[in-house]
């Protein structure tokens, strides 16, 4: 499957973004969508992922209750809603896809597919 990161871009500390991750050649219906990050210097880092069927949630402490992922299945898509970002949040932006249990799911190393990423920078 390939995955196509979009919507990143600079915006203030407080603003907020949507993320996109298209999906092509094959549809999300059997996989487990997510979201990384990794700023300069940093490890990549989990985000948030969505199971596809089910819709089931998961998140990073430390974006839980200002991030929100979606999925719109008609258009094989899953979104990353950012709100009251901070500059700490800045980094590049990588959506993931794969079946990897709950388990390791934060682990960067479970997934199979990668986006390209799309840089988030947020300014103080």
């Known amino acids: 499957v390939q995955l196509q990161a979009s919507g990143g871009g600079l915006v203030q500390a407080g603003g907020s973004l949507r993320l996109s991750c298209a999906a092509s050649?094959?549809?999300?219906?059997?996989?487990?969508v997510g979201w990384f990050r990794q700023a300069s210097g940093k490890e990549r880092e989990f985000v948030a992922a969505?199971?596809?069927?089910?819709?089931?949630?998961y998140y990073a402490d430390s974006v839980k209750g200002r991030f929100t992922i979606s999925r719109d299945n008609a258009k094989n898509t899953v979104y990353l809603q950012m709100n009251s970002l901070k500059p700490e949040d800045t980094a590049v932006y990588y959506c993931?896809?794969?079946?990897?249990?709950?388990?390791?799911?934060?682990?960067?190393?479970?997934?199979?597919?990668w986006g390209q990423g799309t840089q988030v920078t947020v300014s103080s």
């Open positions: 993931s896809a794969g079946r990897p249990v709950q388990s390791v799911m934060r682990m960067a190393s479970s997934w199979d597919y």
């Open positions: 969505v199971i596809w069927s089910g819709g089931s949630t």
């Open positions: 050649g094959r549809t999300f219906s059997s996989y487990r």
